[in-house]
């Protein structure tokens, strides 16, 4: 006997029509504008039946391909490469910013005086999954971009400065932490998301689209 619809996560309920919701945008049967709406509704409901209700007229089920896309998508990437497991970088009267697919070692030393350091995550691949930044940071700016399914712990004292930590610390045990040390003196920084889960819904189905309409 299965499981009454109230009675099942929520969260689950709402992954599972978000899944059909793409997959059947992705194929044609929805358009863009009827996508992005379901989608804000799917999001946004807290009731179990306002949320299977906006897939009761799609019939296509997410498939193993489909499946197997998102976890490429939505998973922390990891790797086994052999690399440095510290970075140091210097931002003296300049700017330094490590970004793209660049791979993250076990520490990364922050030195920013009088300039501005960049580490964005986004695309990042991780090897450790507890990852430290020192940073010292006098009269500097420094920016951390994450995606939304890493963990972010921030230990900084600040002397007349700003520290802004809006990365949510809600991701799997599996996901990277990263851990945030040292100081900021006459300065600032703010660690924030880059790219909000619902950009990322609409970017991995307009590729999904374009795919599927190539493979025509």
């Given amino acids: 006997m299965s499981v009454i619809l109230e009675d099942r996560p929520i969260e689950q309920v709402r992954e599972e029509t978000i899944d ?10 929805i358009s863009a504008e ?7 509704d799917a999001m946004g409901s807290d009731s179990h039946q306002e949320i299977i209700d906006l897939v009761a007229d799609l019939t296509l089920k997410a498939d193993t391909k489909y499946n197997n896309n998102k976890e490429h998508q939505f998973t922390p990437s990891y790797s086994n490469a052999d690399t440095d497991d510290s970075l140091n970088l210097k931002s003296i009267l300049g700017n330094v ?3 793209g697919q660049w791979n993250v ?24 999954q507890h990852v430290t930044i020192k940073l ?16 972010v712990v921030c230990k900084t004292y600040g002397i007349i400065s700003s520290i ?7 991701a799997t ?16 920084l703010s ?23 190539g493979d025509k």
């Avoid at 010292?136 to 963990?151: A, Q």
């Fill in 20 to 29: 059909q919701l793409i997959f059947n945008y992705s194929h044609g049967v």
């Fill in 34 to 40: 009827a996508f992005e709406r379901r989608l804000d």
């Fill in 97 to 99: 910013e490590r970004s």
């Fill in 105 to 128: 070692p076990k520490t990364i030393t922050v030195n920013s005086i009088l300039g501005e350091a960049v580490l964005d995550f986004t695309d990042a691949v991780f090897q450790h």
């Fill in 136 to 151: 010292n940071c006098i009269l500097g700016g420094n920016k951390i971009y994450v995606p939304e399914n890493i963990n």
């Fill in 164 to 170: 802004e930590n809006k990365a949510p610390s809600m």
């Fill in 173 to 188: 045990k599996q996901a990277p932490i990263i851990t945030i040390e040292g100081k900021v003196i006459l300065g600032s």
């Fill in 191 to 213: 660690v924030s998301i880059k790219r909000t889960i619902k950009e990322k819904f609409i970017v991995f189905a307009n590729n999904l689209k374009s795919a599927f309409d």
